[in-house]
């Protein structure tokens, strides 16, 4: 069994702490057990050998940069004034991808093709493969990035394939924290997007911009990191998460939902002083439970964990250690009783059967 992570901010931790993907997450919280990143953002929670012995063979990497109201402290250094800072820091998060693709070639794949998806697949075909590779599908998160959308052709041949118009509010969509819908602006956007083939993330818009979204885009929708609003009551950001009627919409545009594991949108009102020992994988199930039964099957759920956004060691469910973990939630849905076949497309035959209908075939 593979498994496909809908939502890993890799690059953000490379420009923004200095962590290097390639070594262990024990490496990495030694190297880090003195200084002040753990605190800042958690222990960490991502590490090839971990990708490996976790069997994690594909992630959406994201592309992500915060506008500076959003800044929380000094330490944080991927915020930006204006588009033209947003396209920068953009740009250096796609060439750190650029960069850990070519150092350790044999390792990292950037995936914007079928071909590329087929090339990475085929290194993990054997129970115990000697050398696979993780690939790596682009999803800029917030539109920021584009300074105007005649750049958006540029980024497509980059390898973008992902795009969430909005993580706060944007000029095109309302955001976490700032509520609006779909702008003229985003509407030309999803035009655009539409135009090339890209997949449009409903994951921070505002329930009114998805439910415009999902009513005008022609294309592939999905939410990369996003949680049913109706196990969260008490949760601060009732906006962060998925109403019934957006799910809904979802399931009936073949979309996935791939589910964020941060305590905090598992368990309504939890907070870090509660420990990770008060949200278990239960929390994780009853999620998974909610949208299969919303859409009738579990073709629209998946797992888009948000690890090391933010989302450390101290805010994850009690049993989880790293990346490594993910097939533990396999197990636990088999204890409650789902198949096989639907575990398996849970952690990753959902994301791969939408990848095969997203990208191109070269």
């Known amino acids: 069994m593979l498994i496909v992570d809908g939502h890993e901010d890799i690059a953000w931790n490379i420009l923004t702490f200095g962590r290097d993907p390639s070594r262990s997450v024990g490496e990495t919280r030694a190297l880090e057990k003195d200084t002040q990143i753990p605190v800042h953002t958690g222990q960490a929670l991502l590490g090839w050998p971990q990708w490996v012995a976790g069997r994690v063979g594909v992630v959406f990497a994201t592309l992500f940069a915060a506008p ?13 004034r204006d588009l033209n800072e ?10 750190a991808y650029k960069r850990l693709t070519t150092v350790h070639a044999d390792r990292f794949q950037l995936v914007g093709n079928r071909r590329a998806l087929d090339e990475v697949l085929a290194t993990w075909e054997q129970p115990a493969p000697a050398m696979p590779r993780l690939g790596l599908v682009l999803l800029m998160e917030g539109g920021d990035g584009l300074q105007d959308l005649a750049e958006l052709e540029t980024w497509h041949a980059q390898g973008l ?55 005008v885009y022609p294309g592939v929708i999905l939410a990369s990191h996003s949680n049913a609003q109706a196990l969260l009551e008490g949760s601060p950001t009732p906006e962060r998460h998925l109403t019934d009627a957006v799910v809904r919409g979802l399931a009936e545009r ?6 964020v594991l941060y305590n905090a949108f598992l368990l309504g009102g939890w907070k870090p002083q509660d420990g990770r020992e008060a949200v278990t994988l239960d929390r994780v199930c009853a999620q998974v439970d909610y949208i299969c039964q919303l859409t009738g ?66």
């Open 68 to 80: 500076i109201r959003r800044k929380v402290g000094p330490w944080e250094s991927m915020c930006y």
């Open 86 to 95: 947003a396209r920068a820091l953009y740009l250096a998060s796609l060439d």
């Open 161 to 215: 394939r992902i795009l969430g118009p909005a993580w706060t509010g944007s000029r095109y969509a309302g955001g976490t924290h700032e509520p609006g819908p779909l702008t003229a602006d985003g509407r030309r956007l999803l035009q655009a997007m539409a135009e090339l083939g890209l997949a449009l993330d409903l994951s921070h818009m505002t329930e009114e911009g998805q439910r415009q979204a999902l009513d």
């Open 254 to 259: 073949d979309g996935v939902i791939g589910l």
């Open 297 to 362: 099957s579990a073709r629209h759920v998946a797992l888009g964990s948000d690890f090391d956004g933010g989302v450390g060691l101290h805010k994850i469910p009690a049993g989880l250690d790293s990346v490594a973990d993910l097939r533990l939630i396999g197990d636990a849905l088999a204890v409650r009783g789902y198949s096989p076949h639907d575990v398996e497309a849970i952690l990753g035959g959902n994301w791969l059967s939408l990848l095969h209908r997203l990208l191109p075939e070269n």
